[in-house]
């Protein structure tokens, strides 16, 4: 009996040390890679996260947000499709922070904490080929969301290819997205009056939405893109603004980055929305189920990115590809929120071979057990461009497939670029210091390990106190220069471990990173 009472004591100290251990220090890292790009001054969330006073004011909001879900906003299904630039947390990182909240949010010694990330109004580095910048603009979004086209001359006089784009809000508070298309002609002009629902132009470039990296087509071989753009073209963007914003002023910049003339061995990218319904009949009080297909296509494709669309009454979308023996998924949200969408870059470009058509099925639920229903009692709605309106209209970048496109690491090729090179996270600038922290620690299972570093030339490492290699964990990029992994440490790859005090290695170009990691027995 007494071997058994102080193994308890034992398990029990183990387990406050565990609370206790969890500090500002242990999470900082955590809002710094999931939620500071958009929380920051002059950013689109709310409020800023930058520093423990930021944090611990919020503290209440950020438990019931990470409690329901809701942030950080993320909308595909991980388990279906992955894409680049995935707004998640993981389960660790989650309980590591409503752990910390939970125990009063301690402050400890604030300066062990990582540096925290410097934003700039800019994601990209280098001079862009050519600014556009709408008029400034007062919001005529009163009672109802405002959409607005401007219609900017691009003035080229010859054509050219473009690589990457960027769009900067002029009021990140009021502009809810963007959307761009390309007037090839040159004829559109501006629609100010705040139903410009049907977006002018020939094709599309993508769009912007809170949070949002800017798009960068790879630039070098073995996937060499970009989009061209004809001389005299227009540049047409659709601005969103959501009711109640009226009075509020914005001028959002276009920044735009062109290949060189006569640059060779670009593959052209298109932007389509092969998917569509515009035969939508949603009675009130019922739950309804719509498709749209896309016949086959005659030749093999690579697909680079989707963009999935709905309005308020939508509340899950799913898309594949398939022939009679065979599907491809494309992209599922379970879960859909009008509120966060954009264009979903795949990591890999999805290969679509020959014969295969395309479906999507969008579940729309008119009834009042739908939190985001604009009517109530309900009515019917129909298909239309207006919010409250519904549509189904999926779209997709893509090119022609060349073999082995299937197995190009799209964010291996970024991680080198140019454009991006120095920024360890879209719009962060830093310094080539290597951080990591490791939470929660003490722990009786996962810990997670966060790591900044501005290359992907690094390896972790856990040894026992006797220098012995436990295990090596596989690390993922969750954005350039930021990077999780995770250990398991009572069932890894050489065996159960026992409880007890391990340590950890970060090696980088002869620097590195080393701490203690603790396991405590399971409950």
């Known amino acids: 009996m007494k071997k058994i009472f102080s193994l308890s004591l034992v398990f029990v100290f183990f387990f406050s040390f565990t609370e206790a251990q969890i500090e500002y220090k242990d999470v900082a890292g955590i809002f710094f890679s999931r939620c500071t790009s958009c929380h920051h001054d002059g950013g689109a969330g709310p409020f800023p996260l930058m520093t423990y006073t930021d944090t611990e004011q919020e503290s209440g909001d950020i438990f019931d947000a990470l409690t329901d879900g809701t942030m950080p906003p993320w909308s595909p299904d991980t388990t279906y499709t992955r894409f680049l630039h995935e707004r998640i947390i993981t389960l660790a990182e989650k309980t590591a922070i409503l752990n910390w909240i939970n125990n009063g949010t301690p402050a400890g010694d604030t300066t062990l904490a990582p540096a925290p990330p410097v934003y700039t109004n800019y994601q990209l580095y280098g001079t862009p080929s050519m600014e556009l910048q709408i008029p400034t603009f007062t919001s005529n979004a009163t009672t109802q969301d405002s959409y607005v086209c401007f219609s900017l001359p691009t003035n080229l006089t010859q054509d050219r290819v473009l690589r990457a784009f960027e769009i900067v809000p002029g009021n990140a508070s009021i502009v809810h997205h963007v959307l761009i298309n390309v007037d090839t002609?040159?004829?559109?002009?501006?629609?100010?009056?705040?139903?410009?629902?049907?977006?002018?132009?020939?094709?599309?470039l993508g769009g912007f939405a809170p949070g949002a990296p800017p798009t960068v087509f790879p630039g070098q071989a073995p996937l060499k893109l970009g989009i061209n753009i004809k001389a005299g073209s227009k540049i047409v963007l659709q601005m969103h603004y959501p009711a109640g914003s009226a009075g509020l002023i914005d001028s959002t910049k276009l920044r735009l980055y062109f290949y060189p003339i006569n640059e060779t061995g670009i593959r052209p990218v298109s932007v389509v929305t092969p998917l569509q319904n515009w035969s939508l009949y949603l009675p009130p009080n019922i739950v309804s189920t719509f498709n749209a297909s896309f016949p086959a296509f005659p030749y093999p494709i690579s697909i680079l990115a989707t963009f999935p669309h709905s309005h308020l009454l939508c509340t899950s979308i799913v898309n594949y590809a398939y022939t009679g023996i065979d599907t491809v998924p494309l992209i599922r949200i379970n879960d859909w929120d009008f509120e966060w969408q954009g264009y979903y870059n795949y990591r890999y470009p999805v290969k679509l071979p020959a014969g295969y058509a395309m479906q999507a099925e969008h579940v729309y639920d008119n009834t009042i057990a739908n939190p985001n229903n604009p009517n109530n009692p309900p009515q019917l709605v129909i298909a239309g461009l207006s919010t409250t309106d519904e549509m189904l209209f999926d779209s997709y970048q893509l090119t022609y497939y060349l073999p082995?496109?299937?197995?190009?690491?799209i964010a291996a090729l970024l991680s080198t670029d140019s454009l991006l090179s120095g920024l360890p996270s879209p719009e962060i600038e830093s310094s080539n210091?290597?951080?990591?922290?490791?939470?929660?620690?003490?722990?009786?299972?996962?810990?997670?390990?966060?790591?900044?570093?501005?290359t992907n030339d690094f390896k972790l490492q856990i040894y026992s106190l006797y220098g012995n290699l436990i295990s090596e964990p596989e690390i993922t990029e969750t954005s350039p220069g930021s990077f999780v992994s995770e250990w398991n440490?009572?069932?890894?790859?050489?065996?159960?471990?026992?409880?007890?005090?391990?340590?950890?290695?970060?090696?980088?170009?002869?620097?590195?990173?080393?701490?203690?990691i603790i396991l405590i027995p399971e409950n």
Do not use: M, Q, W
């Open 185 to 204: 002609v040159g004829n559109t002009v501006n629609d100010l009056s705040g139903t410009c629902y049907t977006l002018p132009g020939n094709y599309g």
């Open 489 to 516: 440490g009572t069932d890894t790859e050489k065996n159960k471990v026992a409880a007890g005090v391990y340590l950890y290695s970060v090696s980088f170009k002869g620097k590195s990173k080393s701490g203690k």
């Open 433 to 454: 210091s290597l951080s990591v922290t490791a939470f929660p620690n003490p722990s009786s299972g996962n810990i997670a390990f966060h790591i900044f570093n501005n």
């Open 404 to 409: 082995g496109d299937e197995l190009i690491d």
